[in-house]
């Protein structure tokens, strides 16, 4: 982080940016656009292009993408807005839902493994691609909560920078494996009720340990049943268009 510290002043996207834009806004006034037209276009490609900036800026430092970037951008601010205050910097892994306050098993909306699991006990997700035996480090909120009110009183009175690691995969570790059968057993015997009023029956899914097994995967299961109604709607006149929009 020190080396990105010393060398990100000197990356600057200003003159390809800037080109980006001037080469966006001729070719706007070459098609006779409106004005309303090349404001909202304009606009909406500079949101495209500082994402794009972004993602190629963490890349170059080597961080995999702008979410971590940004976050190490956070604390390199911090270390130098601080002046003489007290500086604690919680570096939490994957917050999942309360161990027990306000109660066990609190989460308000779905983000990172809550998605997935939601997915899973809806019935849409029926196979996922990763390692069962990958250790996957997780804190439930309540207890990254008080991690986090125990290092404030700790350095309260501190005029340095500290930086804690929350973590569990030292002391309580737990697999994909683990999880996997956790989740089917709680959903087969508390299924998740659809709209219909229906209770959803969850299976065991399918888990790839490698890309090339899960694109063979894909390919067998959803591809060539893709390319079989592309040809049918070819044969008879788009009649299972609508079919082929859902499924693609």
């Known amino acids: 982080m020190d080396e990105m510290e010393n060398e990100i002043t000197k990356f600057d996207f200003k ?20 004005k309303e037209v090349i404001t909202t276009t304009m606009k909406d490609f500079g949101i495209e292009r500082l994402f794009r900036a972004s993602i190629q800026l963490a890349k170059l430092y080597g961080w995999p993408n702008t979410y971590v970037f940004t976050k190490a951008m956070g604390e390199i601010l911090l270390r130098h807005s601080k002046d003489n205050l007290s500086v604690v910097i919680i570096r939490l892994t994957v917050v999942t839902s309360t161990y027990k306050e306000p109660f066990p ?56 920078s500290i930086i804690y690691h929350v973590g569990s995969s030292l002391r309580n570790p737990i697999n994909f494996l683990n999880i996997h059968s956790f989740v089917f057993r709680y959903f087969t015997k508390n299924p998740w009720i659809d709209k219909d009023g229906k209770p959803v029956k969850v299976s065991k899914g399918k888990i790839f340990k ?18 079989g109604l592309k040809f049918v709607n070819k044969a008879f006149g788009e009649y299972f268009q609508d079919l082929y929009v859902i499924y693609n």
């Open 15 to 34: 003159v390809q940016e800037k080109n980006l834009m001037e080469e966006k806004l001729n070719e706007l006034k070459a098609q006779n656009a409106t």
């Open 210 to 227: 490698t890309m090339a097994t899960f694109r063979m995967y894909m390919q067998i299961r959803f591809m060539l049943p893709l390319e």
């Open 105 to 160: 098993g609190w989460v308000q909306g779905f983000r990172t493994i809550d998605s997935v699991i939601a997915g899973y006990c809806k019935g849409k997700l029926t196979c996922l691609l990763v390692d069962p035996m990958s250790v996957f480090d997780r804190v439930p909120v309540d207890m990254s909560v008080n991690s986090i009110t125990v290092a404030m009183v700790a350095n309260a009175t501190k005029s340095s």
